[in-house]
């Protein structure tokens, strides 16, 4: 080979210049099976492949694929540190900054969400959908003034934003703030069909007026809506004993402790954590092309 490469003015390749060309094609080898293991739903084994193409050659798609892939996996902090290395890497780029936000909120970390937030803003001071973000961050801190200020804000800028009319309503009923409260809740009545956190929403500003007749009816119909929910059935039922309508609530109340999982209890109106969790693998799931 050598007498060749000479006589043909070929050069030689040196052992440095072959270790990179190989260290290359293993990189890319490692890389398309880590997307290919991800299309085919094999997480731990594309995780594997990811980790070690990075060992040879830092790249951003794949630390943005990992960040999938360990939210996917329930491994938060992991996946926060990749979208940090992101950030840094594209630190104008609000997607990013979104989903730490996001991640932060699946932690329940509402102070680092804010922050994320908060630098989401500093790059469109007009997406509705990190001030909503924000909204929910100070919720968390239980700051309400802020929750319905960055709540209003969303809507401000899109009016047709549902979760933030939610979320403000909530917020204006903790606050005892009734007519504002309703106001939300029509608004979401109007433009939703038996949604079960809007009737709920709805069944708990009646309760609190108190309209007892108009709270039965409407956990009436989350229970329509969601025959499962022992939080409707427990609700109903306090509400009935109020009345002194004692077989109905006693009804009401072992239905509830029937359909209340172990352990649990759907009291307020803070979201558990698995419920956070499953909000947000969904979340994930519209921002991944791959189905996470």
Not at 94 to 105: G, L, S
Not at 130 to 137: N, T, V
Not at 194 to 215: C, T, Y
Not at 234 to 244: D, I, L, S
Request: with cysteine.
């Amino acid at each position: 080979m050598n007498f060749f490469q000479k006589l043909f003015g070929g050069k030689e390749e040196t052992k440095e210049e072959v270790k990179v060309q190989n260290e290359a094609k293993n990189f890319e080898m490692f890389k398309y099976d880590g997307v290919r293991a991800m299309k085919t739903g094999e997480v731990e084994y594309a995780v594997k492949c990811f980790k070690r193409a990075l060992e040879i050659q830092d790249d951003l798609e794949i630390h943005d694929h990992l960040s999938v892939l360990f939210a996917h996996q329930g491994q938060l902090t992991e996946a926060y540190d990749e979208l940090q290395l992101l950030s840094e890497a594209q630190p104008d780029n609000i997607q990013i900054y979104v989903r730490m936000a996001n991640i932060a909120y699946m932690m329940e970390n509402y102070g680092t969400m804010a922050t994320a937030c908060e630098k989401a803003i500093l790059i469109d001071k007009d997406n509705a959908e990190a001030h909503y973000l924000y909204a929910q961050a100070s919720k968390g801190q239980g700051d309400d003034v802020n929750t319905v200020a960055m709540a209003t804000k969303a809507i401000s800028l899109n009016e047709k934003y549902g979760d933030a009319y939610l979320l403000r309503g909530e917020t204006y009923l903790r606050m005892e703030q009734l007519d504002d409260a309703t106001a939300d809740a029509n608004w979401l009545l109007e433009h939703t069909a038996d949604n079960e956190d809007v009737l709920l929403l709805k069944a708990h500003i009646e309760r609190a007026l108190p309209h007892n007749e108009e709270a039965i009816a409407w956990f009436g119909k989350v229970i329509d809506a969601n025959p499962f929910s022992a939080q409707a059935y427990k609700e109903r039922g306090e509400v009935y004993a109020e009345m002194g309508k004692d077989s109905e609530a006693a009804a009401d109340a072992a239905k509830a402790a029937e359909l209340m999982p172990v352990g649990g209890d759907n009291e307020g109106d803070g979201a558990s954590s698995q419920d956070i969790a499953t909000q947000m693998e969904k979340k994930y799931k519209e921002m991944n092309p791959y189905g996470f």
